[in-house]
Nanobody, 128 residues
Framework: QVQLVESGGGLVQTGGSLRLSCAFS????????IGWFRQAPGKQREGVSC????????YYAESVKGRFTISRDSAKNLVYLQMNDLRPEDTATYYC?????????????????????WGEGTLVTVSS
């Protein structure tokens, strides 16, 4: 059974940092592309950052480029999203998701309905 569990969300002030973690079980990361998505109240889900199954290619939404970094630890089946210089507009529930096979990270981030498995989400609140 595949499970994705996010952690690391919380309340932070503008300019602060958080590191989100996504723990995977039931699948091998080397065979899956991984994405971090977010959804704020009243807004559509947005692909924030995605990573190819090889780990060699990444995608970042324009709104987070230079501030967020996606990474993975395949040995521990963990994927991270380091978020720096947080802004109130980053406030949202953040989800990790996986897509099987060789994937283009830009494609899976922009077409989030192609993901196979989703976590339950972790809430990030950035106060001004």
């Amino acid at each position: 059974q595949v499970q994705l569990v996010e952690s690391g969300g919380g309340l932070v002030q503008t300019g602060g940092s958080l590191r989100l973690s996504c723990a995977f079980s039931g699948l091998t990361l080397n065979y899956y592309g991984i994405g971090w998505f977010r959804q704020a109240p009243g807004k559509q889900r947005e692909g924030v950052s995605c990573l190819s199954n090889s780990g060699a290619n990444t995608y970042y939404a324009e709104s987070v480029k230079g501030r967020f970094t996606i990474s993975r630890d395949s040995a521990k089946n963990l994927v991270y999203l380091q978020m720096n210089d947080l802004r109130p507009e980053d406030t949202a529930t953040y989800y990790c998701a996986s897509a099987g096979g060789p994937v283009d990270p830009a494609h899976i981030c922009m077409a989030s309905n192609g993901m196979d498995y989703w976590g339950e989400g972790t809430l990030v609140t950035v106060s001004s």
